[in-house]
C-alpha cells in the first residue's frame, strides 16, 4: 500500500510575521518550503506516496501551489492548533499508518530516505535531534525500555533532545492516537495527544535520531536564516 503522508499547514505562522502561510515562504533558491518539501517525499517514495496537505489560513494560496494533492480544510484554523489539524487529517485517512511533518520543517535531502525505512517497520515513531534542547522546542525523554514517555514543550527535567516535526502513527495506534487527539484542548499541539496516548493507552513511539541530517522548524526569522544555509549545503 502506498505510503500517506500529511503536511500540517493550516496556521497562521504569526511570529515569522509574513503575509502568506509560512510553508510558502521561499528559500534562497526560490522554492518554497513546501515545494522542498514535497519534492523530498517524491524523491524518498519513489512518487508513490498520498500527500494529503491541511490547509486554514489563506489556503488557495497554498492549493495553487500545490494542485496535485489532497487537502483537508481545518476550518477553525484562527481558534485551534495543530491537535486539532492532524485530529482531521487522521479520521480522513484511508486505512494504514501515517507519517506526517509540519508544513515549516525544512531538512536536507536523505533525512526522509532514512524515514521512509523506518516507515517499513510499521511502528509507530518521533523523530528527533539529540544534539539540540532548545526552551522553544518540543523535547522529548524516554522510559526505562527506549520508548518515548514525556513529549512537549514543558520538559525541564531529563530531556534528551528535540522532536522535529516529522512522525509516524502506525495502523494499530492510529484509532488510539485519534481519541487523545479529541480529547486535547484546541489550543494544545498534537504532541499532547501523542503524550496522553503513551501515558493513559499504553501507545508506544520509538524515537528515531535523525541527528545526523540538517533540519530546522521555521518559527523566526533566525530560524529561516538556518534554514537557507542548510539549502547551501545540499547544492
Not at 205 to 215: H, Q
Amino acid at each position: 500500500m502506498a505510503p500517506q503522508v500529511v503536511i500540517l499547514a493550516a496556521g497562521l505562522g504569526t511570529r515569522l510575521g509574513r503575509p502568506h502561510p509560512k510553508t510558502l515562504t521561499p528559500l534562497r533558491d526560490g522554492k518554497s518550503i513546501l515545494r522542498h518539501q514535497l519534492d523530498r517525499i517524491d524523491a524518498a517514495f519513489g512518487g508513490q506516496a498520498r500527500v494529503t496537505i491541511v490547509v486554514g489560513f489563506k489556503m488557495d494560496l497554498i492549493m495553487e501551489a500545490a494542485p496535485d494533492v489532497k487537502y483537508v480544510y481545518n476550518e477553525v484554523y484562527d481558534q485551534t492548533n495543530t491537535c486539532k489539524s492532524l485530529l482531521k487529517a487522521l479520521r480522513l485517512s484511508s486505512p494504514g499508518g501515517v507519517l506526517w511533518l509540519n508544513g515549516d520543517v525544512v531538512f536536507v535531502d536523505g533525512l526522509l530516505e532514512a524515514v521512509a525505512a523506518e516507515v517499513e517497520k510499521k511502528e509507530s515513531f518521533i523523530c528527533v535531534n539529540t544534539e539540540s534542547v532548545a526552551d522553544e522546542e518540543v523535547k522529548y525523554t524516554l522510559d526505562g525500555d527506549g520508548y518515548v514517555k514525556d513529549l512537549s514543550k514543558q520538559v525541564r527535567e531529563g530531556a534528551l533532545g528535540e522532536a522535529v516535526g516529522i512522525n509516524y502513527v502506525s495502523a494499530d495506534d492510529k484509532a488510539t492516537l485519534v481519541t487523545h487527539l479529541e480529547s486535547c484542548d484546541d489550543q494544545d499541539y498534537f504532541e499532547r495527544g501523542v503524550e496522553t496516548a503513551i501515558a493513559d493507552a499504553g501507545s508506544r513511539y520509538r524515537a528515531v535520531d535523525i541527528s545526523r541530517f540538517g533540519v530546522v522548524e521555521v518559527d523566526f526569522d533566525a530560524d529561516l536564516a538556518r534554514a537557507n544555509e542548510l539549502e547551501v549545503e545540499t547544492r
